[in-house]
């Protein structure tokens, strides 16, 4: 079992900055893709960032230009720099992969991260 571990969540004032750190339990045969998504109160979750085996990076719209996502393959880690922050941005953080454990298995799974709290004060 595959299990993801996130950090670095917190309060910041508005136009603050954060990294989150998702870690994983070991090393994976292989990835598809590894994901940050959000939920804010009252609201459905959200895909904020993905990074792919390829190293190509997608990012939502209301995210563009402030954050970053980036990986450590040698930890196993992958990072979510968030720069000038909004009170917008407060949600709960999630850690997702997408990708085979062993190269046994015939089929990617799903891996999800505990969540991390963001909170942007204004």
């Known amino acids: 079992q595959v299990q993801l571990v996130e950090s670095g969540g917190g309060l910041v004032q508005a136009g603050g900055s954060l990294r989150l750190s998702c870690a994983a339990s070991?090393?994976?045969?292989?990835?598809?893709?590894m994901n940050w998504y959000r939920q804010a109160p009252g609201k459905q979750r959200e895909l904020v960032a993905t990074i792919l085996r390829s190293g190509s990076t997608n990012y939502a719209e209301p995210v563009k230009g402030r954050f970053t996502i980036s990986r450590d393959n040698a930890k196993n880690t992958v990072y979510l720099q968030m720069d000038s922050l909004k009170p917008e941005d407060t949600a709960v953080y999630y850690c997702h992969c997408n990708g085979y454990a062993t190269s046994s298995r015939s089929w990617p799974d799903d891996y999800w991260g505990q969540g991390t709290q963001v909170t942007v004060s204004s």
């Open positions: 070991r090393r994976l045969f292989s990835i598809n893709s």
